[in-house]
């Protein structure tokens, strides 16, 4: 359950996918004991402010924290995160209940990159055909 969602395939595979990066759990990791404000978590994870809003946005859109704008001293619009309550436990019959309403939602573009024979997917997904014209070469 994230939050007080019940949870779906969409929202496993929208945490599963927030949650596999070492940034991410750093910032859940600060956000355990409260809110804070964008500067201030920048500033003791040691990280940009535009990277720290890339991860919270990928959080937040998993439902894992959620922002809130609020005035700071002197009038100024400081924006707070904080983590959302929640708790995952994957199963194989978790995974065997979602998979029914699971679309198979690999595009074909993302089929074909995924056997490309030179470890280049932007060109498998271009429209040159770099990788059929030299797929029996090494990357």
Do not use: W
Not at 15 to 26: D, F, G, M, V, Y
Not at 55 to 84: D, T
């Amino acid at each position: 359950m994230i939050g007080e969602e019940p949870l779906t395939e969409e929202a496993l595979l929208a945490a599963c996918a927030a949650l596999a990066n070492p940034h991410r759990l750093r910032i859940l990791g600060a956000l355990a004991d409260g809110r804070q404000y964008v500067s201030l978590l920048a500033r003791e994870l040691g990280m940009s402010r535009p990277l720290l809003h890339m991860h919270l946005q990928k959080l937040q859109a998993a439902g894992l924290v959620r922002g809130e704008l609020a005035l700071g001293e002197g009038g100024k619009a400081v924006k707070y995160f904080e983590a959302v309550p929640f708790a995952l436990e994957i199963t194989p019959q978790l995974v065997k209940s979602l998979i029914d309403t699971l679309q198979d939602s690999t595009t074909d573009t993302e089929k074909d990159t995924s056997l490309c024979p030179r470890n280049k997917p932007e060109c498998c997904s271009s429209s040159d055909s770099c990788c059929s014209s030299q797929s029996s070469s090494s990357p």
